[in-house]
């Protein structure tokens, strides 16, 4: 799953039952740019290592922050497996962590129900 808290006050969240590709990314990160015309984007990504996740060290991710300079800000956030990233870093993880709450012991048959579910308790919020 991919989440964000836009500029706009909006959250933007992309699900899909494979793994994530850069192009899926790239995707993902020009949706937010075309619904925030004129706002520049500060994306913070996490992870356990370093270098991060593959897909955004990718040439085709790569390419569309090159191609947007000072559009796309990005920050890499480290934790370790026993901190795990704090909710408060990135708005997108503290509505999800939210959502998380509201949907315990739910369990959902296919990604279109669980789509649906998480729109409606985001249109709650």
Not at 88 to 97: D, I, T, V, Y
């Amino acid at each position: 799953m991919a989440a964000a808290v836009a500029p706009n006050e909006r959250f933007y969240v992309a699900g899909q039952a494979q793994p994530f590709t850069s192009g899926d990314i790239v995707c993902f990160l020009k949706k937010l740019c075309g619904h925030n015309h004129r706002k520049n984007l500060l994306i913070i990504w996490r992870g356990r290592s370093a270098d991060g996740a593959t897909i955004h060290r990718s040439q085709a991710v790569e390419y569309l922050l090159r191609s947007k300079p000072g559009r796309i800000h990005v920050e890499k956030y480290l934790f370790t497996v026993q901190s795990g990233p704090p909710p408060w870093l990135n708005p997108a993880e503290l509505l999800w962590s939210q959502l998380k709450g509201r949907m315990k012991n739910v369990t959902f048959m296919n990604l279109e129900q669980l789509t649906k579910t998480v729109t409606q308790q985001i249109n709650l919020f």
